[in-house]
């Protein structure tokens, strides 16, 4: 247990709508950082927030927002979904920025 | 952005036998981590390499960083088919991205 939660872990919807991935961070961890994996793409870095700020941005859409909040647990908005938006979703977490990260067990989303 | 290449993309390889993976880049990385990830699991932190040289072992994994800090390999001795799995590396830049390699993908036959 790498003490990093996301919920749900599954989740399947139909194109063109909005869903809301949540992360947990491991306790005192500052860092939260959002990854999208496919099977032709890799782990892809999405973005990452560092004790409530956006600190960087990777390859996300512009139909892709996240944000961090003052308890630390973060959250990833995906919508618009496209069939292509089906993937892993992972949240890691880590105590600063570029340490080791925690990785959470990850949410399956399937868009239909 | 730092990109990292990680060789082979697919091992697969009777168990006993030895094996080495790569990580590369045309950067010299501040530090550099290694994970492993099972199918429908998250990564799991295998070990972090900071200095250039630098050799850290893990029962049978053996894993080292060059003296350039530009390239990384891991080892392993025995290969068991509980070592199938995604091998990846990762590294952060001075920013606050931690970017991982596209992985190794090793199948361990009994």
């Known amino acids: 247990d790498s003490g990093v939660t996301q919920t749900p872990k599954h989740l399947i919807t139909a194109t063109g709508q909005r869903v809301t991935l949540r992360c947990s961070p491991r306790?005192?961890?500052?860092?939260v950082y959002w990854y999208q994996q496919s099977l032709d793409q890799g782990l892809q870095f999405l973005i990452q927030?560092?004790?409530?700020?956006?600190?960087a941005k990777g390859n996300i859409l512009e139909r892709f927002s996240a944000q961090q909040f003052p308890d630390l647990h973060s959250e990833l908005n995906l919508s618009s979904l496209e069939l292509g938006d089906s993937a892993l979703y992972f949240c890691?977490?880590?105590?600063?920025?570029?340490?080791?990260?925690?990785f959470g067990q990850g949410t399956r989303l399937t868009v239909v | 952005t730092q990109l990292l290449e990680q060789s082979p993309q697919f091992l697969s390889i009777q168990e006993g036998e030895n094996l080495t993976v790569y990580c590369n880049s045309s950067?010299?990385?501040?530090?550099l981590q290694w994970y492993r990830q099972e199918p429908g699991e998250g990564p799991v932190l295998l070990v972090t390499?900071?200095?250039?040289?630098e050799v850290k072992k893990l029962k049978r994994l053996t894993f080292q960083f060059g003296d350039a800090r530009k390239d990384s390999s891991l080892h392993i001795t025995a290969a068991q088919p509980g070592d199938t799995g995604l091998y990846l590396c990762?590294?952060?830049?001075?920013?606050?991205?931690?970017?991982f390699g596209k992985g190794t993908l090793l199948t361990v036959n009994p």
């Open positions: 890691a977490s880590s105590a600063f920025k570029n340490t080791e990260a925690f």
């Open positions: 306790s005192g961890d500052l860092s």
């Open positions: 927030y560092y004790n409530g700020e956006e600190r």
């Open positions: 950067s010299v990385f501040s530090s």
């Open positions: 390499v900071v200095t250039g040289g």
């Open positions: 990762a590294s952060g830049g001075s920013n606050y991205k931690l970017t």
